[in-house]
């Protein structure tokens, strides 16, 4: 059965977002010491790349290695469509999860009204495939954490003092293990975990 991995950066404060949205201060602007990071992170998971960004990437022609879909919230998809991309990730099935975007948005989108734990079940049961990329948001994570079956977690060595929690839900205490960390000169750690 396919997975549902939610892949995300973090503050160190567990945050993915600023109150606004903001996520613009993740990384620092030092080329040198992000170079191995963005090398090591277009290598591992290169579908999350939008598609815009992919050639000057340099994974314009590599194949899905991880993800052959993306689950994401409105205030996720949002900032793409602020810089004029209604499709941002093309090279995935789409679904974007809201009551209030019109479904006619794009063609490449599948807009999910409500009951997105019904829409992951099913994809979930699809034979062969990839695994479903739950890229954000907390509200949506939330939502979905009976069905996360791994985490990978971009630790960020920044403290944003407010914004979108990691996960924005109930009180439901779910234990994962560490399964793989890789950390980087730029102080960004990598967490993959799996549900206990």
């Excluded at 892949?7 to 170079?35: C, H, M, S, W």
């Excluded at 314009?60 to 290695?65: K, L, S, Y």
Aim: with cysteine; net charge negative.
């Amino acid at each position: 059965m396919r997975k549902l991995v939610y892949y995300v950066g973090v503050t160190l404060d567990g945050r993915i977002a600023g109150p606004g949205g903001e996520y613009d201060f993740f990384l620092q602007d030092d080329e040198k010491r992000n170079a191995a990071y963005s090398a090591w992170m277009s290598a591992a998971y290169p579908e999350t790349v939008p598609t815009a960004f992919r050639a000057a990437s340099g994974v314009a022609d590599t194949p899905n290695r991880t993800f052959d879909t993306v689950v994401m919230g409105l205030g996720t998809w949002l900032p793409g469509l602020a810089a004029g991309m209604t499709s941002p990730y093309a090279h995935l099935r789409q679904y974007v999860v809201s009551s209030t975007l019109d479904p006619a948005t794009d063609p490449a989108l599948t807009v999910v009204p409500d009951d997105p734990l019904a829409l992951v079940r099913r994809l979930k049961r699809e034979e062969g495939g990839l695994d479903i990329w739950l890229c954000g948001g907390g509200k949506l994570a939330g939502a979905l954490l009976p069905e996360i079956d791994e985490l990978v977690f971009k630790s960020y060595p920044v403290i944003a003092g407010a914004g979108v929690p990691v996960v924005d839900g109930g009180f439901d205490p779910t234990a994962f293990d560490v399964v793989q960390r890789t950390t980087f000169d730029n102080g960004v750690c990598v967490t993959r975990f799996a549900r206990r």
